[in-house]
């Protein structure tokens, strides 16, 4: 997501280089809200081992990400070739690390505080009482 996120802007500030900077904070916000999110279901599910995929994830999405870009912005936007590379698997890769791990941090945590109905229905019932119910109750 982030790849192509940053192949689009980069190809919509090549055509008009001002003015892309709101559209640009809000995909960087709606990938952080997604990551944010999808960490909340899978805490809120209950999945297994699910800090240490997400730890794994980042890394994933990072490194996919850096090359994804290079290869996208070469294929789609100007003649960004192999020596973007570098810069892209440091600088690139990290950031786009923290942009999955930050906010699965958050959603790790928030996901399992989450309001379970099915589990909580049963509890909140009321008992019926053992004794049959009379004119006076």
């Given at each position: 997501?982030?790849?192509?996120?940053?192949?689009?802007?980069?190809?919509?500030?090549?055509?008009?280089?001002?003015?892309?900077?709101?559209?640009?904070?809000?995909?960087?916000?709606?990938?952080?809200?997604?990551?944010?999110?999808w960490?909340?279901?899978?805490?809120?599910?209950?999945?297994p081992?699910?800090?240490?995929?997400?730890?794994?994830?980042?890394?994933?999405?990072?490194?996919?990400?850096?090359?994804?870009?290079?290869?996208?912005?070469?294929?789609?936007v100007?003649?960004?070739?192999?020596?973007?590379?570098g810069?892209?698997?440091?600088?690139?890769?990290?950031?786009?690390?923290?942009?999955?791990?930050?906010?699965?941090?958050v959603?790790?945590?928030?996901?399992?505080?989450?309001?379970?109905?099915?589990?909580q229905?049963?509890?909140?019932?009321?008992?019926?009482?053992?004794?049959?119910?009379?004119?006076?109750?």
């Amino acid at each position: 997501m982030h790849a192509a996120v940053a192949v689009t802007i980069a190809a919509l500030k090549a055509a008009d280089p001002t003015g892309w900077t709101t559209v640009e904070a809000l995909a960087l916000g709606a990938l952080v809200a997604a990551a944010a999110v999808w960490a909340a279901v899978d805490a809120w599910r209950g999945l297994p081992d699910r800090g240490r995929v997400w730890v794994l994830a980042s890394l994933v999405a990072g490194w996919g990400a850096a090359v994804l870009s290079v290869i996208g912005r070469g294929a789609f936007v100007d003649q960004t070739g192999v020596s973007a590379l570098g810069q892209a698997l440091t600088g690139g890769a990290a950031f786009t690390a923290l942009l999955v791990l930050v906010p699965s941090g958050v959603g790790l945590v928030v996901g399992p505080r989450l309001d379970r109905r099915e589990e909580q229905e049963p509890a909140e019932r009321p008992r019926p009482s053992p004794r049959p119910r009379t004119k006076a109750d």
